[in-house]
């Protein structure tokens, strides 16, 4: 399940002033297709761009925290104009959300697997599980991130992937749960903020030492049985 999204190389160079052209790196990190403002076709030279950007805004964030990054220290990291930067997004916040769009492709997808066959087959919750699996292998990503600001954007943005897991989840294991739609969106806010609250804590803690099998079994056994007495009566 999405191998290829936001994994760190363990060789990012934090001395180095400039981001260098492989593109291949980028693809790890946040995937190979980038948004731009633009409805025209994305070209290689584009995709080149968008990979020297994400690259240089992951590296910087290592170094100093999301919060402290300047437009002008990512175009300086990756030796781009500020005119070709605007060209393809509004601010860095718009380059961050960019790289998310893949990962919340890669965990509609996981949701889309778990969902195959009939229900009585689907653990419960189990879609959920691409998102302690996703975040487990790059924790060496979330980790600064959540601590080095970003922390809001990334939670915001994680949580509306985690909520539209949820919501097709539960649709698709309660059908007749409909007559009071309220009811089954509670549901959902609360396997949401449960989901991210035990993320957050358990990015935001190294000495926890559960693994991403653990902490999402954890999760389950916490969230299961009253969200399905919830949503039966």
């Known amino acids: 399940m999405c191998d290829y999204v936001l994994r760190f190389g ?11 052209s492989e593109p291949n790196a980028t693809r790890q990190v946040f995937g190979n297709t980038g948004r731009t403002m633009s409805a025209e076709p994305t070209d290689r030279r584009v995709r ?26 990512i175009l300086d990291r990756a030796d781009i104009g500020r005119s070709t930067f605007y060209g393809h ?21 996981e949701r889309d697997a778990a969902e195959k066959g009939t229900r009585s087959n689907v653990e419960f919750l189990e879609p959920v599980h691409a998102v302690f699996d996703h975040v487990g292998r790059h924790r060496q990503f979330w980790g600064p991130l959540s601590r080095k600001g970003g922390a809001d954007l990334v939670t915001r943005i994680l949580r509306e992937s985690v909520s539209d897991l ?6 698709s294991q309660f059908p007749d749960a ?56």
């Open 178 to 233: 409909t007559a009071d739609p309220t009811r089954r969106e509670a549901a959902i806010q609360f396997v949401t903020g449960a989901c991210m609250g035990l993320l957050i804590w358990w990015l935001e803690n190294d000495a926890v030492p559960y693994t991403a099998e653990e902490i999402q079994s954890i999760f389950r056994q916490l969230a299961t049985q009253g969200v399905k007495r919830f949503l039966a009566t």
């Open 89 to 109: 997004y509004r601010d860095k916040d718009d380059l961050l959300r960019a790289g998310f769009e893949d990962i919340r492709a890669e965990f509609a997808a």
């Open 10 to 20: 363990t060789g990012v160079n934090n001395q180095s002033p400039r981001i260098g």
């Open 166 to 171: 949820a919501r097709e989840h539960l649709r």
């Open 48 to 73: 080149r761009t968008q990979d020297l950007l994400r690259r240089a805004l992951l590296a910087l964030i290592q170094e100093k925290g999301y919060d402290r990054i300047t437009v002008q220290d």
